[in-house]
């Protein structure tokens, strides 16, 4: 199986990897490898942790409910990815788990629902943010899974902000119009992106956003998009301009 074959199959285990380490698959895992897969006793899938890279395993037991793996050798070191947060306030199901699977491609590091005036959902279910969040992890070779975290309050967040991280927001207001332009000066520093609800930020929250020294806004240009196509626009500027795609 070749070290960088992103083609291969992949499976997210949360626990300790090392050469011999006995990985006890969860009953949908179990499900997974056997039903989807159609993986037998001996065959070998790829297994990654989120911190200890990724590793080849074989197959040493097939149960419905109960299969096991065997950690053989790791095949990929442990990487890291752009030191960015990604903050959005929550939308309806199917676009919030595409926008929590766009921004785990992009390489965020922690994914955080936000509740503003304007947001519709009043329930995030993290369960399934992170059951989104692997998934998505699996399937495109991400070696390092964000942290979904329970939402909070925008009014808290910016309370309790850690001022070394510079905080970008968009807004159709914006002094300087090209975003590359606005995001130039910076380099290699912590940053988080928020996006707000369908209806924007109200005009409190977005006063509350330009007061505060350690925002940055940018321009989006000059269409309306909906927060999740904001979302992946801003990630990949962001990303293009002092993420980890340069």
Not at 51 to 80: F, P, Y
Not at 165 to 189: G, K, N, T, V, W
Not at 206 to 213: F, G, N, T, V
């Amino acid at each position: 199986m070749a070290v960088h074959d992103f083609r291969a199959q992949r499976l997210y285990c949360d626990v300790p990897l090392h050469p011999g380490a006995d990985i006890q698959c969860a009953v949908d895992q179990s499900n997974y490898l056997i039903n989807t897969l159609r993986m037998g006793l001996g065959d070998e899938i790829l297994v990654f942790n989120g911190r200890e890279g990724e590793w080849l395993a074989k197959i040493t037991q097939v149960k419905k409910k109960a299969s096991a793996l065997t950690a053989i050798e790791q095949v990929r070191e442990q990487s890291s990815g752009p030191n960015i947060e990604y903050y959005f306030a929550p939308l309806k199901r199917a676009r919030l788990d595409y926008m929590v699977q766009k921004a785990t491609e992009m390489g965020v590091a922690r994914i955080q629902p936000v509740y503003t005036a304007h947001t519709v959902p009043n329930r995030v279910n993290v369960e399934r943010m992170q059951a989104n969040i692997i998934e998505a992890a699996e399937q495109c070779g991400i070696l390092r899974v964000p942290i979904g975290v329970q939402p909070v309050k925008l009014t808290r967040i910016i309370e309790t902000w850690d001022s070394n991280r510079l905080l970008i927001f968009a807004d159709e207001a914006a002094d300087i119009a090209s975003p590359i332009e606005a995001l130039q000066s910076l380099r290699d520093e912590p940053c988080a992106i928020i996006i707000g609800p369908e209806g924007g930020f109200s005009s409190d929250e977005r006063d509350l956003l330009l007061r505060q020294p350690f925002t940055r806004r940018i321009s989006l240009g000059p269409r309306i998009m909906r927060a999740d196509t904001a979302a992946v626009a801003a990630l990949a500027l962001v990303n293009a301009v002092i993420g980890d795609w340069q």
